[in-house]
DNA sequence: GTGGTCTAGACCACC
DNA sequence: GTGGTCTAGACCACA
C-alpha cells in the first residue's frame, strides 16, 4: 500500500478499514490484522496503526478483546456508511464542484474520468 | 471570506488567486493587493498573506516590482491551469471515485447532488 | 556560525546546507538536523530554520518524512551543483570581471589574492 | 540599462557612476546627468535616482551646486577606488573563493571565464 | 507607500 | 519527538 502525502498515514489506513468494511470483505465479528502484523505489511510505525484502531474503536467500528485482538464490530456497516457518505457529500463533493466550475469542466468530463478509471481497475 | 480547517489559510487564499486567475477576473501584468492590505480585508496576519505571495511568486504565477507590489504574470493563467488540473485529475478525483465505489453511488448521483449544488448558487 | 547582513540568515543556512551537500559531508537519504535542533545550534528562531527547510524542501533538494525528519535527496548534489554553478557563472562572475576592468586588475592579481586566501585558510 | 534583481537599482545606478569616473569618461568638476533626465534614460522613480545621487553626495563623490546640478568632485577618483577596491577584496573575492572552493573550480577555469568574457564584450 | 526578514511564542497534527 | 501554521509585533531597505 502507498500513502498519499495529501492525508495523515493513520486516516488513509482507515480508509482501508471502511471500504473492506463497506464492500463486506471483512464481516461482523471478524478478527482484523493485529496492531504489530498491520505495521510490518504496511512498513509503518505501530503506534501510527495503533492510532488507527484508537479512532475506529472509539467510533465504534471495531471493539477490543484484551489480549486476543480487534473485531468488527456490530454496527460497523452503518457507522462507516454515515460517516463516509456524510463527508463525502458535505466536505468533498462541493470542493469537486467548485473545483470543476474554475476549470470550466462539466459533468460529462468527469465521467469520462470515471469510465477510464474504472477500466483501469480491471487492469 | 471565511476559511476552511482542513486547509492552510495561506493556501486557501492561494486558491482564491487560482479562482481570479482562471476566471480572468485578474488579468497580465495586472497589480494584485498589497500584502498588508489584502491582509486586513481577510483579517489575517500579513505574514500570512507573505507567506501566499512567496509561494505564488516561487510558482511564477506573480512577480513582483520593488517598491511597487505584485503583479499577475504572463504565464499565470497556463500554470494555474496546469497546477490545478494536474492535482484535480491525480489526486481528487481518484479519491473521489474510490468513495463512490464504497459507497456503492454511480454518476447519476453525483450528478444530482452537482445540479442541486448549482441551484443553490444561485440563491 | 556567523552570519553576513548582507544576505538573510535563512539564505545563509541553505547555502551551509550547499556546502555540506556538495562537500559531501551529508550523504543521499542521511537525516539533516532537525529544525529545533538547528535553531538552537545556530542560536536563530526556529521558524528561521524552517524557512530554510521550506526553501531546500520546494527545490527537491531535501525531502520529508512525516513525524521523523528532513532527509536528503537523491538529486540533491546535481540540483545543487546546477543551482550554485548558474548563479555562480551567470552572476557572480561578470560582476567580478566587470569591477577587475573598473580597477584595472589583471587575472594574475586575483590569482595572488587566491593563494593568499588559501594560505590563510590553513592557519 | 537592465538592472540585476540581486542588488539594489540605486547601487546598480551607483555603479554605474562609479565605473565612469575611474575610467575617466567622466572628469573633475565635469557635470552629470539631472536627476529628472536619468530617471527618464534608466525608466527608473525619481526618488531613486535621486538616492543615489544623495549616497554619492554623503562620500564626497560628487557636489552640488544648488539649481545648477551635482559636479564629479576632485577627490571622486581616489575615493571611489578605495571604495570598490575595499569592497571587492574584502566582501566579493572571498565569497567567489568560497565558492570556488565548493564547486571544486581552479583558477584556470576562472581565468577561461574571463577571457570568454572579455572576447564577449567586444562583439 | 511597497515587500522582506526576523523574533517570540503559541498551538496543532502526526509518528 | 517531528514538522507546520499562525499571530503579534518589530525593523529594515527600497521606490
Not at 468533498?92 to 473545483?99: G, R, S, V, Y
Not at 470543476?100 to 477510464?116: A, T, V
Request: glycine fraction near 4%.
Amino acid at each position: 500500500m502507498e500513502f498519499s502525502k495529501n492525508k495523515s498515514i493513520y486516516m488513509q489506513i482507515a480508509d482501508y478499514f471502511y471500504g473492506n468494511i463497506l464492500l463486506e470483505k471483512w464481516k461482523v465479528d471478524e478478527k482484523v490484522p493485529s496492531v504489530r502484523q498491520l505495521a510490518v505489511d504496511l512498513e509503518v510505525n505501530p503506534n501510527t496503526v495503533m492510532r488507527t484502531y484508537t479512532h475506529l474503536q472509539d467510533k465504534n467500528i471495531i471493539y477490543n478483546q484484551r489480549g486476543i485482538g480487534f473485531f468488527v464490530s456490530n454496527e460497523a456497516q452503518s457507522i462507516v456508511k454515515d460517516l463516509v457518505k456524510e463527508q463525502f457529500t458535505t466536505d468533498e463533493l462541493p470542493e469537486i464542484f467548485k473545483t470543476m466550475e474554475m476549470l470550466g469542466m462539466d459533468m460529462q468530463e468527469i465521467s469520462d474520468y470515471y469510465n477510464n478509471w474504472k477500466s483501469n481497475l480491471k487492469n
